[in-house]
């Protein structure tokens, strides 16, 4: 619609400019006709005053007949008469030449002017001759091209109606393999690569030989193959992860997508473009039609396009088969002005049209190295060898808690022992203050215990146990010294 209304409103300014150019040549003419007018009347007036001068010296020789034939003058009285009359007519007669010469320029010149018009409407005349060759050329040109264009065009629908039912079928596929666009994006909402450097920590507060006595079914081994594996690729997983929320890592997941979708189907896919791009090509590169002419013809191009078509053109023309030729062509002329939008995948995640509308400020380069840490399924390596870190540390962390209570009721054993050996008589109280520091500390004792039993339970880090061993240390130490303050008072 807007394409016609251009035409028509360049139309109407060609006429309105030609209709002014007639009325200034209108004008133009009559301005001439008036001056070759003034210059006839002119070379007229100038005529009959020279002919006027010449019958008047004409008549003078007349005169001096008369004289002598009529009034008998004497002939030879007429001499001064004769000298005098010789005397007046030579510039009388000069000067009717001079104005017999002027009229003569005039009429020159006016016989000038016309043949400069009569030029001059030749020329017009060759103008409009060669006006009418070029419209003629032109309409010839453009009806050239329509044939051309509406050829290929029909062409292109020939050969693309039997796949064209196919869209759908690739539309579907597309939206599987786009599945990865959303684990990755689980992937980094969960943020792997935080949680692993607490996990990381587990493990490496295990003493050593920890992870070898608790080996069960192969996880033990496993388990420190994948910390390994962690470890060393825990900076490669942050820079990766750090970058999701940048255009370059959208686009790489995109452009990946949809690569290896046209793997798949490069031989409906491929075919498809490489023909769609022929179309806009030839209508791009003609210089019959101008820009608006060339937003008309492409429109009907567009207008043919099914909505699984529309979505295709979309991902192809940011992938590297189309962004460098066709993306520039699809901006330009606004085929994708009429694509549903809803067919854009995950859009809930990120709205991919956001990468059509500034793929001029993605760093493609930057893409590439991420899309070269993507390779290889790195994600899933990565998330397999963590969920065995999990797996691991969520199957042995009850054994875990059952060897730090088992090493802490070991360690209680002894004082409790010492003590009781006091209690029971085997030694025997001293005295009523030994009697209060026994009573004492076995409270305390008592409470040590539940207390560590308590964080043991709520799964505390494995790098407690080296502060479970001096804090029992210190308990066995103090029955050490009660007893030996008891024998001693003893």
């Not at 956001?354 to 400020?361: A, I, K, R």
Request: glycine content about 4%; charged content about 30%; aromatic content about 14%.
């Amino acid at each position: 619609m807007n394409s016609q209304k251009a035409i028509k409103e360049q139309e109407e300014s060609t006429n309105s400019s030609e209709e002014n150019e007639k009325i200034e040549q209108i004008f133009s003419v009559n301005e001439e006709k008036i001056e070759n007018r003034d210059l006839e009347y002119k070379a007229k007036s100038y005529t009959e005053y020279a002919w006027f001068l010449a019958s008047v010296t004409i008549m003078v020789p007349f005169m001096g007949f008369l004289f002598v034939k009529v009034f008998k003058i004497n002939f030879s009285d007429l001499g001064p008469y004769g000298d005098f009359i010789a005397g007046s007519t030579v510039p009388l007669l000069t000067f009717a030449s001079f104005i017999l010469l002027a009229a003569t320029l005039i009429t020159q010149q006016i016989q000038m002017n016309m043949q400069r018009e009569e030029l001059k409407l030749t020329r017009e005349e060759y103008a409009r001759t060669n006006e009418e060759l070029d419209e003629q050329n032109k309409n010839l040109l453009l009806q050239r091209f329509e044939v051309t264009f509406f050829n290929i065009l029909s062409s292109h629908n020939e050969v693309m109606d039997s796949n064209r039912s196919q869209f759908e079928k690739i539309y579907h596929t597309l939206k599987e393999k786009a599945k990865v666009e959303r684990e990755t994006y689980e992937f980094y909402d969960k943020r792997y690569f935080y949680n692993v450097e607490g996990l990381v920590a587990w493990f490496d507060s295990l003493p050593e030989g920890f992870i070898g006595s608790l080996k069960e079914n192969n996880l033990g081994e496993r388990a420190e193959s994948s910390l390994a594996y962690c470890k060393e690729n825990d900076s490669k997983i942050k820079e990766f992860l750090s970058s999701y929320e940048t255009l370059e890592f959208k686009y790489m997941i995109v452009n990946r997508v949809y690569e290896e979708l046209y793997d798949d189907y490069h031989y409906i896919l491929g075919h498809y473009f490489r023909s769609l791009h022929r179309i806009v090509k030839y209508v791009h590169r003609s210089d019959v039609i101008n820009e608006e002419e060339k937003k008309f013809y492409l429109g009907i191009v567009r207008s043919q396009l099914s909505s699984y078509e529309h979505i295709f053109l979309f991902y192809n023309c940011l992938s590297s088969y189309g962004c460098k030729d066709f993306l520039p062509m699809i901006k330009k002329y606004d085929l994708l002005d009429e694509m549903k939008v809803e067919l854009i995948i995950n859009s809930d995640i990120f709205n991919h049209y956001t990468l059509y509308e500034e793929f001029h400020s993605i760093n493609r380069g930057k893409a590439n190295s991420l899309s070269e840490i993507f390779d290889g399924s790195f994600i899933e390596r990565w998330k397999f060898n963590l969920n065995i870190l999990y797996l691991y540390r969520k199957e042995f962390q009850p054994r875990i808690q059952e060897v730090m209570t088992t090493y802490l009721n070991s360690q209680l054993v002894v004082a409790d022992e010492l003590i009781n050996d006091i209690l029971k008589g085997n030694i025997g109280v001293s005295s009523i203050e030994i009697q209060q520091e026994i009573t004492l500390f076995l409270k305390e004792m008592k409470d040590f215990k539940k207390e560590q039993i308590q964080k043991i339970n709520n799964n505390l880090n494995v790098s407690y146990l080296s502060m479970l061993k001096e804090e029992c240390k210190e308990i066995i130490d103090k029955a050490f010294r009660i007893c030996k303050t008891n024998k001693a008072a003893r």
